[in-house]
């Protein structure tokens, strides 16, 4: 089993910064992928950002502004938010997608950006 906790959402003016963490606990592989979606109201689940082993993939929505990173000895995945803008506003998950492909899901953190 997986657990995925997310911290570091908030409420941030437009253009500021955010950093968001997710701890993983459980049977955790640096060699698979973690990455971050997010969901804003009425709308569907989105891609934000992926790493593994070094490979990191982004949405052209957020490229250039957030990063992502991880601390493998940490089980631990961060994304660093940069230039906020109110159309950032969703609940931002972390995934997990392990070796026997499952794809764990944390509980989210809220990210409101005010204009």
């Known amino acids: 089993q997986v657990q995925l906790v997310e911290s570091g959402g908030g409420l941030v003016q437009a253009g500021r910064s955010l950093r968001l963490s997710c701890a993983a606990s459980?049977?955790?592989?640096?060699?698979?992928?973690m990455s971050w979606y997010r969901q804003a109201p009425m709308k569907q689940r989105e891609f934000i950002a992926s790493i593994v082993d070094g490979n990191i993939n982004y949405a052209d929505s957020v490229k250039g502004r957030f990063t992502i990173s991880r601390d493998n000895a940490k089980n631990t995945v961060f994304l660093q938010m940069n230039s906020l803008k109110p159309e950032d506003t969703a609940v931002y998950y972390c995934?997990?997608?392990?070796?026997?492909?499952?794809?764990?899901w944390g509980q989210g953190t809220q990210v409101t950006v005010s204009s």
């Open positions: 995934s997990y997608w392990s070796e026997d492909n499952v794809f764990y």
């Open positions: 459980g049977r955790i592989f640096s060699s698979r992928p």
